[in-house]
């Protein structure tokens, strides 16, 4: 999940590169069209997409934003799962006293391996209740990323046809 989530990063910061492209063809376009979109175009100082630099920052805040929802996430698991395992951690009921017969030892033995077998089952479902927890996050993550996408793939594709109409239409 972690490489699909980088490379939906990837897609993001190629589609932030092909904006910054089609401001500059918007501005070309506007210059050829006609003498005074070439005026329009030295006073005007247009958007400036954000640099590399600055999406790579905003990028690794999140990164770290992340992270420490995840870290404070785990904590509370750990603690939560460190009380429950008090309770599994305490002696066994009286019930398991001294056996009066080779039956009873036998019971008690059985029911000993059992509470061990419960105690490990139980383990094993805490990590991968874990694990669920890290990978919702992960998905949750992605879903957003998605969703930018797919916003800026939206607007760039109406960009994209109003330069093709406009270059159609010089021709």
């Not at 479902?125 to 694990?131: E, Q």
């Amino acid at each position: 999940l972690q490489g699909q989530t980088e490379q939906l990063h990837r897609v993001n910061k190629d589609l932030d590169d092909i904006n910054e492209t089609m401001n500059f063809t918007d501005r070309t376009l506007r210059g050829m069209e006609s003498v005074f979109g070439s005026v329009a175009n030295f006073f005007s100082k247009g958007k400036k997409a954000p640099t590399k630099e600055q999406v790579a920052a905003q990028r690794k805040e999140e990164q770290a934003r992340d992270e420490r929802a995840r870290q404070q996430q785990q904590q509370k698991d750990t603690k939560a799962s460190a009380r429950s395992g008090n309770a599994r951690n305490n002696p066994p009921p009286a019930s398991y006293g001294q056996p009066r017969t080779a039956l009873d030892a036998r019971v008690q033995e059985h029911m000993k391996q059992q509470d061990e077998d419960l105690d490990r089952i139980s383990d094993l479902i805490g990590g991968l209740k874990n694990m669920g927890k890290d990978m919702n996050h992960e998905l949750d993550k992605q879903g957003k990323i998605i969703d930018e996408v797919s916003d800026k793939t939206d607007g760039l594709q109406g960009r994209i046809s109003n330069s093709n109409r406009r270059i159609r239409k010089m021709l």
